[in-house]
């Protein structure tokens, strides 16, 4: 199964390790920073903007990926389980619009005000 791992840091390292140590698998990295440690496993791999959404749904599909792991906030908030979905690539990670519960702490406090869920620090 080839999978992509997006992200260059140690939660994506972690989860690059643990797909690995299945041999079925075919690890494939996009990072914007070369990570040793990920590169060892990948296959191949691409150095670029985390969301250069459009280059790493083209390295994707010109790779044959079946499934992809999104790391990093920064991708998700552009956009890139939505482009890889539209392009038939399954992903963990949420939607842009799901993100940006995550991505935006204004719009997650709002909600939290909205619906009476406790834990959201008075802030306005």
Same mark, same amino acid.
């Given at each position: ?5 997006v ?36 296959? +191949?791999?691409?150095?670029?903007? #985390? !969301? =250069? ?11 044959? /990926?079946?499934?992809?792991f ?14 890889l ?10 939607? +842009?619009?799901?993100?940006?519960? #995550? !991505? =935006?702490k ?10 009476? /869920? ?7």
């Amino acid at each position: 199964m080839k999978i992509l791992v997006v992200g260059g840091g140690g939660r994506e390292h972690a989860i690059a390790s643990a797909l690995a140590r299945n041999q079925k698998t075919v690890l494939y990295s996009v990072m914007a920073k070369k990570n040793p440690g990920i590169a060892k496993l990948a296959a +191949k791999m691409l150095l670029c903007r #985390e !969301t =250069d959404v459009p280059r790493i749904v083209a390295f994707a599909q010109e790779n044959g /990926i079946e499934y992809a792991f999104i790391g990093p906030e920064s991708p998700l908030e552009a956009g890139i389980v939505d482009a890889l979905d539209a392009a038939g690539i399954s992903c963990v990670g949420p939607s +842009k619009a799901a993100a940006r519960i #995550e !991505t =935006d702490k204004g719009f997650c406090r709002g909600l939290m005000e909205q619906y009476h /869920i406790d834990g959201c620090l008075k802030y306005r």
